[in-house]
């Protein structure tokens, strides 16, 4: 699977940035308590909270391994990422074997590597090597996801000076040091009032509503293109016609489904990005609306709990339509080899809006409480 960069049109095309997570995957479904679901929900939620929001604001659609392989497998696809991505980030907390292994190929590429990983928990023969480090507390969260702000923002426009791997393998001289760790940024002093709360979440919302109108259009274009195969569907389907008459339709559909599912699923990877990055001031200003009286809530503070309750429910319905898309899909993709890559981007798609409708629901939840 391909990750590109998201880009508003333009008349000329956009070169597209490719970003693959080495991460330690876990297993989402081992026992609770397990080391394997802790160590995946640990790992999500350092994706869900600095990883993806930081990518989301450079434009670029990360994935993780996660989202190609099953927990210890090391794929081709996986390989091909590693050493083929314009970046990788990877994340070295608790020194995963895996993570060390793709990490020692990627090093040998010369190609932008980012390093992150939680204080204490970095394996030792990495622990000289530049690192954004991090705490895992909220603030300590916020600050790693600013720090990889940067630190994209360096790659794609500085350019990446390669680690000693790759430049004893090319010949290319000793690089001058750097420091080994890079601290957290201390919080910024200046703590917004609710009126300033309100106007952020407010820009953040009118961002994910283009999202939405973007996510509702792919999915119109797919409808419509499953509506104009029809016809060739049903000729080839036909008493008597041999089943080779269907592979010029099923070709027809995946070609024509191609860019659609691709653009659905960059825009709801944005969406869920967008969502992850909103999650924090809308807290925020849902804890400052819960400690006001009452009766102080009339007025702007109850027309910010009733657009939460609003962006719920259109969220509740984007997923729904897409649930539909997905279902329809899936039947295709078991007719044509030729569809199974729109298809993976559909469910993509599928999986990172619903991996945020845990914050929608608890946001409505809150919303409803305090109204």
Known sequence: ?????????APEEVPMTTCFVIAPIGNEHAPDG????????ENLEI??????PACTRHR???IRADGIADSGEITEQICRHVLQDDVVIADLTGGNGNVTYELGIRHLTGKPVIHIGEHGQLPFDLSQIRTIMFKRSRSGLVAARRDLETALEGVLHNGFEPLTPARILFGLPAATPLPAVVEPEPEDPETPGLIDRFARVEEQTEAMGETTEAIAGFMTVISEVALQIGPVLERASQPGSPMSAWLPAMNELAKAMAEPASGLREACTRFAGQMVEMDAAVQTTFDVIEAMPPEHREGSPTGFLEQMVSVAESTHEVIGMLSEVEAGMRWLVKMSRELRAPGRDISAAVKQVSGVMTRVADWEHRARALI
């Open 34 to 41: 397990s080391p394997e679901l802790q160590a995946f929900e």
């Open 60 to 62: 670029i659609v990360p």
């Open 47 to 52: 994706y869900e909270k600095v990883i993806l």
């Open 1 to 9: 699977m391909s990750i590109m960069a998201v880009t508003d049109p």
